[in-house]
């Protein structure tokens, strides 16, 4: 399977935006890039996936690298409520959907 | 629209002592997953289910733990007996899944609130 990765933790103030990048050299050309996030005693939410072309939808944008080997999400205005751990992760788009999670992003927001 | 339901939502048991956690998916939904996510880990696929039918659980501990789907449902993840490493929350989620042998590439997964097992 193809792999991702991201750093530890990031910061940033409230009501800034925030770039999460992920790097997955690895990637097939047929594989989607989802995002995932986790709040605090919660299950992981969807957030955004693509596929080449740059997304965007009320929560988050996805930019994709033209090669598609990284991907960075966007956070247009960060809230305290977006204080999570962020996911990326790839998928086939065949088969089962099936979702690998690594240790993702914990992303703190500064009052 | 109803989300994920989980239950119970906090469990302590004795190591060696058996337990059984129950989800209800999204109505319609044909894949179930249950996960474990130890704590400051991401969460980790236990097993799959297309309807009734297991996709994979090649990282379900099968002596210990067992779950099952009945009429492709709700689905129950049992761990017996339980292990002081298996503390952890598990979490089901559901996804629309494989429809007429058609995956759709903009499903996405929907989980529960989990359910926290500490064992003592």
């Known amino acids: 399977d193809a792999k991702t990765t991201q750093p530890n933790s990031m910061e940033s103030n409230e009501e800034e935006p925030v770039h999460l990048p992920c790097n997955h050299s690895t990637i097939s050309g047929t594989d989607y890039i989802h995002w995932y996030r986790q709040l605090p005693s919660q299950g992981p939410e969807y957030v955004i996936h693509?596929?080449?072309s740059n997304v965007n939808n009320r929560m988050a944008s996805l930019a994709i690298a033209e090669d598609r080997k990284s991907s960075t999400l966007i956070l247009h205005r960060a809230t305290l409520r977006d204080a999570a751990v962020y996911y990326c992760i790839l998928d086939s788009g065949a088969g089962s959907y099936q979702l690998t999670f690594g240790k993702g992003t914990k992303l703190s927001v500064i009052p | 629209e109803a989300g994920v339901a989980q239950s119970p939502r906090y469990k302590i048991i004795e190591k060696r002592q058996s337990v059984a956690f129950w989800c209800n998916p999204i109505s319609g939904h044909a894949t179930l997953y249950w996960y474990q996510q130890i704590l400051g880990q991401g969460p980790k696929l236990l097993i799959q289910?297309?309807?009734?039918?297991?996709?994979?659980d090649s990282q379900l501990p099968k002596d210990r733990f067992s779950a099952e789907r009945l009429k492709g449902v709700d689905s129950t993840l049992k761990i017996q007996p339980a292990k002081l490493e298996d503390s952890a929350v598990y979490l089901c989620?559901?996804?629309?899944?494989?429809?007429?042998?058609?995956?759709?590439?903009?499903?996405?997964?929907?989980f529960g609130q989990g359910t926290r097992l500490t064992v003592v």
């Open positions: 289910f297309q309807n009734n039918g297991v996709v994979d």
């Open positions: 989620a559901s996804s629309l899944g494989v429809v007429t042998g058609h995956r759709f590439p903009n499903t996405e997964a929907f």
């Open positions: 693509g596929l080449t």
